[in-house]
């Protein structure tokens, strides 16, 4: 059984856009993930660290504990041993109280990259392999979310470049989700139930040359 950390925001907690409800495991794209690779016969257990309005590594100022930096390595050492740490990461970075672009969420992967890697697990423990996502771009919001949410689909701009970039400058794994689907027709910016599904099922073919093939 391989390990799976996937340290993410509501995106892969799966809420239900323009409400407050969520989709169950099986629905959600971590879960898609999971069950597809035991179909494939490499039986993973995946870890869902994911928090509604987590940014890379700022403050919401309205809500406490968004900064995906603050308690990252702990987090870590809490689930050791794992194989990857998943991380997609980058668009509440761009709500509308922030005057963010690509580049500065590309440095906020950096930072995120470099405490999962010093983060202090027991010795012997695999630093595990890490795998970023580059978000798909935010539409024009809509629903309860747009003013929230309002200039996203400008300030995001170029994200899925800068990620790679900073992905290549740091040697860890890169994908970009808006190859596989674009974000919500309802609210522009989260995940309907079939792009869950269709994400999961890339992600499994993603993730599966990065793990050990097993027996």
């Not at 309005?53 to 919401?60: A, E, F, L, S």
Request: hydrophobic share 40%.
């Amino acid at each position: 059984m391989q390990n799976i950390l996937v340290y993410s925001d509501s995106l892969s907690w799966g809420i239900i856009p323009t409400t407050r409800r969520r989709l169950s495991f099986d629905q959600r794209w971590p879960g898609v993930m999971e069950l597809t690779l035991a179909s494939l016969g490499l039986p993973v257990r995946v870890l869902e660290d994911c928090l509604n309005g987590r940014r890379t590594v700022w403050d919401d100022p309205f809500k406490p504990g968004r900064n995906g930096l603050s308690g990252l390595a702990q987090r870590i050492e809490i689930h050791s041993p794992l194989d990857l740490v998943v991380i997609m990461l980058g668009t509440n970075d761009f709500q509308s109280m922030h005057e963010h672009n690509a580049w500065h969420s590309a440095q906020g992967i950096l930072a995120l990259v470099s405490a999962i890697r010093s983060a202090p697990i027991e010795p012997g423990m695999p630093v595990p392999e890490i795998l970023v996502l580059a978000p798909p771009p935010i539409q024009t919001p809509r629903g309860p979310i747009a003013p929230k949410f309002a200039g996203g689909e400008r300030k995001c701009l170029g994200l899925a470049d800068a990620y790679r970039q900073a992905c290549a400058d740091a040697a860890c794994h890169f994908f970009d989700v808006g190859t596989v689907t674009r974000s919500s027709a309802v609210d522009g910016v989260h995940l309907d139930l079939d792009q869950h599904a269709a994400l999961g099922r890339a992600m499994a073919d993603v993730v599966r040359p990065l793990l050990n093939p097993g027996p």
